[in-house]
């Protein structure tokens, strides 16, 4: 909030996003409908999850593919470790994937000198930087052009350029020297298709079929969510995914993998592996109350949408997943403390359950881990204050009586009826606005000494 | 519209839950209400026991405190008559949430459906219940209006309050970029998150500046309090209404009366 410029460049974006996202709805016949449906599918899938996964790996293996359950994140990095170490590989170039994020890989795979470089521009562009990404979508967003033009001449030794074509062919110049000589990719997948054991990747830049069809080895990793039983639904969620994101009816290019090249194939990996992340999803997968969290597609329409994301910005959620979505995720699927306070940072405007193309109701979803929160680390201070402040709703004179008190105490700091600043717990809102004086006589107190008019 | 410019039903009482804001800061707003419904031809009572829905307790995530005033709130207002609040976020509460809060409870449960079946907003009793769009009167003035989270995205209540405002002549209603977005109030987010919810404002009233309006109206207190209380602070002169304060200071009601007015 701090850098005005950057706050505009970015208010800018985000709202192309979402008006992008409106007028692709617009554009959509049907578009409530495919959203109901794009729900119930997820639905659907959820309550069978343990079956839709089964046929999954099924059909991975039965395509001459590995499947991998990693409960948590060590173990998916361990295995992708495992992988690249059998196939003597010492570059691994990465396609864009949150999951990735999640699992700390990079870091793992650097860790035991294996070199990984990002693929997808804005990807790259944050590791060069050493950042996180700023929106599931687009991840430098937040980066202006003169410190993309400074991290790109860092990297390569050469001069800055200025121009945006100058700089993409300047990245692209340094990633396809990495992609000539890296023997394994790691990709994410938006979706998973348990009747053919495919797995779906959407880009716009093409470095995704790149990373699927260079390298000897292909690993795709992605939350256990992310199945969908057919081609069919997939082709739903996929259509409401891409609307939802970019505001674009199909992105630039969707590619889909079917496992390790065959014997009659010119092209593709010799290896694929699937790697399917639970990471404390089936903590959100146990409480009814949570489960919906699982819908989500990522797609990024509620961080577009929200008021709060577009003035704190990415970074300020304490883990990978920003926005709505990640105030959401990121106290049920972390024990970070930064979660906690995650639920509260929002107004419960909704704009994010409208925005959402599978209906999930964020909203509802927060008040209920505020519940939990309060439940589990609520402080006695602030029982205390809800305490008064039942005791003083639950009869109409105690009512009376704390407002008379109250309107008395802020009496004390009123001019003109208004207060331009209060005592706590009222500092935080002076500090920005003026607070009215409560009114002198309440509704009721007039309502008793009023005449009705006359209707006609 | 058309289909809700009849009246399908005019009840001849109603009971005014007046929400505990505008009992305490704006009783002038429940004046209103009270005022415009009169003059329709529906009698108001006010139960006298009333004080608040339970929300604010409910969003901060204190469900027991939450669920004893509701459960008052049930009491207070069982009765026959519908009920007429001049706020979206109570009626939210009431008819949404009551149902999150009371869900492992079956009796209450029960008690909250049948009190939010007669529970109606403001703006949506006048429109839709007894067909009144055509409530206001003249007010000249330029307006912006800014549609209050939970009246627009939790009940569904928009193109009401706007049929409401379009009835009044001599206003002129500006266009105000990005009316949907939030204020920024959400409550105790406004203190306890103050930068954030500040940094919310400023967008909101630079729009509403920029919209050359002389009133601002809105549908909720809350919002009314927080927009109100930002634009002191920067000096401004434009006014913040509630809906309904502006129908009853445009003379409305009695469109009856009125040459070329659909009889009620």
């Known amino acids: 909030m701090a850098d005005p410029r950057l706050n505009s460049a970015l208010e800018y974006v985000f709202e192309g996003f979402h008006k992008g996202r409106i007028s692709a709805a617009a554009a959509t016949t049907d578009w409530e409908a495919q959203r109901t449906l794009g729900r119930a599918i997820k639905e659907h899938t959820i309550a069978h999850l343990d079956y839709y996964l089964g046929q999954l790996a099924d059909n991975v293996t039965g395509n001459g593919g590995n499947i991998f359950f990693a409960r948590d994140a060590e173990e998916a990095n361990q295995y992708v470790l495992g992988v690249a170490k059998r196939g003597n590989v010492r570059t691994v170039i990465k396609s864009k994937s949150m999951v990735s994020e999640e699992m700390g890989l990079n870091h793992a795979l650097e860790a035991a000198g294996v070199e990984a470089v990002e693929t997808d521009l804005g990807e790259y562009i944050i590791q060069l930087a050493g950042e996180t990404p700023y929106h599931i979508i687009a991840p430098a967003i937040h980066k202006s052009k003169e410190e993309v033009s400074g991290l790109l001449a860092a990297k390569s030794g050469g001069e800055r350029m200025s121009r945006a074509e100058d700089l993409t062919m300047q990245a692209r110049a340094q990633l396809r020297e990495v992609f000539k000589r890296a023997g394994m990719s790691v990709t994410g997948a938006n979706f998973a298709v348990a009747e053919s054991g495919s797995i779906v990747l959407v880009t716009n830049e093409g470095n995704g079929r790149m990373a699927t069809s260079a390298p000897r080895i292909h690993v795709a990793v992605m939350g256990m969510e992310k199945v969908a039983p057919s081609i069919a639904d997939m082709s739903i969620l996929l259509r409401i995914l891409i609307r939802s994101a970019t505001g674009q009816r199909i992105s630039s290019y969707v590619t889909m993998v079917n496992g390790p090249r065959r014997s009659d194939e010119e092209d593709g990996p010799e290896e694929f592996h699937l790697v399917v992340l639970d990471n404390n999803r089936s903590r959100l997968l146990a409480d009814p109350a949570m489960r919906e969290a699982l819908y989500c597609i990522r797609c990024g329409a509620c961080m577009n949408a929200c008021p709060v994301y577009r003035k704190v910005g990415g970074h300020s959620y304490g883990w990978v997943y920003p926005g709505p979505i990640g105030a959401v995720v990121t106290p049920a699927l972390t024990d970070l403390d930064a979660g906690k306070d995650l639920p509260f940072a929002s107004t419960l405007c909704g704009a994010c359950r409208e925005a959402c193309p599978v209906k999930i109701d964020l909203p509802r979803m927060l008040l209920e881990l505020r519940a939990k929160a309060v439940e589990s680390s609520g402080t006695k201070a602030e029982a205390a204050v809800w305490r008064s402040w039942r005791a003083g709703m639950t009869g109409r004179s105690k009512f009376d009586l704390a407002a008379r008190s109250a309107r008395w105490a802020l009496r004390l700091f009123a001019r003109g009826g208004w207060i331009k600043r209060a005592p706590p717990p009222l500092r935080g809102w002076t500090a920005s606005r003026d607070f009215p004086l409560p009114a002198g006589r309440s509704l009721r107190a007039r309502f008793k000494r009023r005449k009705p008019e006359r209707g006609k | ?264």
Not at chain 2, 32 to 41: A, F, K, P, T, Y
Not at chain 2, 107 to 117: G, K, M, P, Y
């Open chain 2, 1 to 264: 519209m058309s289909e809700s410019m009849g009246a399908k039903w005019r009840p001849k009482r109603v009971s005014l839950f007046s929400t505990c804001l505008v009992d305490q800061f704006y009783p002038e707003v429940g004046e209103s209400v009270v005022r415009m419904l009169e003059r329709l031809g529906v009698e108001v009572d006010f139960p006298e026991g009333q004080t608040c829905c339970g929300q604010p307790a409910f969003n901060s995530g204190y469900l027991e405190d939450a669920r004893a005033v509701a459960r008052r709130f049930l009491d207070v207002f069982d009765g026959e008559h519908p009920i007429v609040v001049p706020s979206g976020s109570c009626c939210a509460m009431v008819r949404n949430f009551y149902a999150e809060l009371f869900h492992d409870e079956p009796e209450t449960l029960e008690r909250a459906a049948q009190v939010s079946a007669r529970l109606y907003e403001f703006s949506e009793f006048l429109v839709d219940v007894i067909g009144r769009a055509d409530a206001g009167g003249r007010m000249d003035c330029s307006a912006a209006y800014h549609q209050c989270c939970h009246l627009l995205r939790e009940i569904g209540v928009d193109a009401q309050p706007k049929a409401l405002l379009s009835g009044i002549s001599g206003m002129e209603l500006r266009r105000l970029e990005r009316a949907e977005v939030c204020c920024g109030f959400g409550g105790t987010f406004s203190v306890k998150m103050s930068d954030i919810s500040t940094a919310m404002l400023d967008e909101k009233l630079d729009n509403v500046e920029a919209s050359g309006a002389d009133v601002l109206i809105a549908g909720d207190a809350g919002c009314i309090m927080h927009m109100a209380g930002g634009l002191r602070r920067r000096g401004s002169d434009i006014r913040v209404a509630h809906l309904a304060q502006v129908l009853d200071e445009s003379g409305g009601g009695p469109a009856a009366a009125r040459p070329g007015s659909r009889p009620a």
